[in-house]
């Protein structure tokens, strides 16, 4: 499905200074920059103010609340429709959002598990009604080569006429968290890559997973971990980490995220702000760190920062609970966390994904549809919805509900899908089915590679 010109969207605004884009916005609206604030809603989130504003909202969309806009969350590189119209008609990712409806808006922003090993009928519901942005794929969905690739040509082609191509995602990190079939040739785990201390083999690892994950229909890999291992009672990273000190998870994990891009997949780096130093697994409850702002700034925000520095496309943010910067929420659903620290304080501009909304963390503490909505107005693009088909219908319904009645703009809507369907666009994902891959050449190559760390696992 050829959706979109790359030339085109090499030379569309968004690489325009958002200054420019902005005033423009605010003669059309003809209230002045400053006018807007007496018409914003109550916000409910925390009352510290966002570092920057966002460019208004069209006039004839609610304004949008504090919460819901959180700082610097409109980028010269993700600028919605209704402002990037009004300076250039030839945007194509704008043109693509103005014709989309809100429902196919929302379908966008889900990303979702399916069950058993074929696309099966709730699977279809989603791709074809709901119209979901993406499918994340776990082992449990994954029992042989030649079926894996069934299942993915499956779901993409019942993905044919919706608004943009799937996101087809896995977790395949290596070690202990790895999703691919027996027929792949194993990958070490990444603190066995970490202890070699090599950025040059944590990049070609990235190259591999990509080359390993392209070939059976994925797209879009949740990997690099850039935790760091501070903690040796951390139930849940441990070895997924590269290692216990900042340097080393900066080195290794940007040379494994750029390995996987130069291949074409789409890397989402993990677990924003930092799953390290959690003596809980967020699967099971919702883990709580007490650390200041300064103390995480010291060592747990090095690696995001780092590969925002790098142009990092997408970023996971975990279920913790940081008392210290948010009392109420955790850092998923949190304005302070994400709007105000990662989109603000540390200007990213790409894609914000939660980690599954049906783990622990979330649906013993608070209901589903209040932390999806909690987590679009913190500013997250895409919702992981991981399991069951009734727990998406009732994220996507949240989500409608939410716009209809002004908790949400559809402005808001509009600034996600935006920089969802450039991402789309950047890695020109298509729906095209791939055939049974010959591993011969990719096994090899990775057994070549992994032999240094077989001692090291």
Known sequence: MKWFSPRQYKSTPHQHPLLLLTTVVCLLLASGCEGSGSSAQAGTGPSRAPASASPSAPVTTPAATAAETPAASVQPSAT????????????????????????DKIGQMLLVGIDGTTAESAAQKMIAEDKVGGIILYSDNISSLKQLVSLTNALKKSNNGNPAPLFMSVDQEGGKVSRLPDEYAVFPSNAAVGKENSAAAA???????????????????????????????????????????????????????????????????????????????????????NKTEAQLAKLEWLPFQAAIKEKADAVMVAHILYPKLDPEKPASLSQVIIGEQLRGEM???????????????????????????????????????????????????????????????????????????????????????????????????????????????
């Open 203 to 289: 990049g070609t690892m990235g190259e591999l997973l990509a080359r390993a994950v392209k070939s059976s229909g994925f797209n879009m890999d949740f990997a690099p971990v850039l935790d760091i291992n501070s903690n040796p009672d951390n139930p849940v990273i441990g070895d997924r980490s590269f290692g216990s000190t900042a340097d080393l998870v900066v080195r290794l994990g940007i040379a494994e995220m750029k390995g996987l891009e130069s291949e074409g997949i789409v890397p989402v780096v993990k677990h924003y702000p930092g799953h390290g130093d959690t003596s809980v697994d967020s699967h099971l409850e919702l883990p709580v760190i």
């Open 347 to 457: 200007g990213f501009k790409g894609v914000i994904i939660t980690d599954d909304l049906t783990m622990g963390a979330i649906v013993k503490n608070y209901s589903l549809a209040a932390a999806a909505v909690d987590t679009v107005r913190a500013g997250s693009d895409i919702l992981l919805v991981a399991h069951e088909y009734k727990n998406e219908q009732a994220v996507r319904a949240a989500l409608l509900s939410s716009v209809k009645d002004g908790t949400i703009t559809e402005a808001r809507i509009d600034e996600s899908v935006y920089r969802i369907l450039a991402l789309k666009a950047k890695y020109e994902l298509n729906d095209q089915a791939v055939p049974v891959p010959d591993l011969t050449g990719l096994n090899s190559d990775i057994k070549a590679w992994r032999k240094p760390f077989q001692q090291n696992k």
């Open 80 to 103: 919605p429709a209704s402002a990037a119209n009004s300076t250039d008609s030839n945007d194509v990712i704008s043109r693509k959002l103005a014709g989309m409806t809100l429902e």
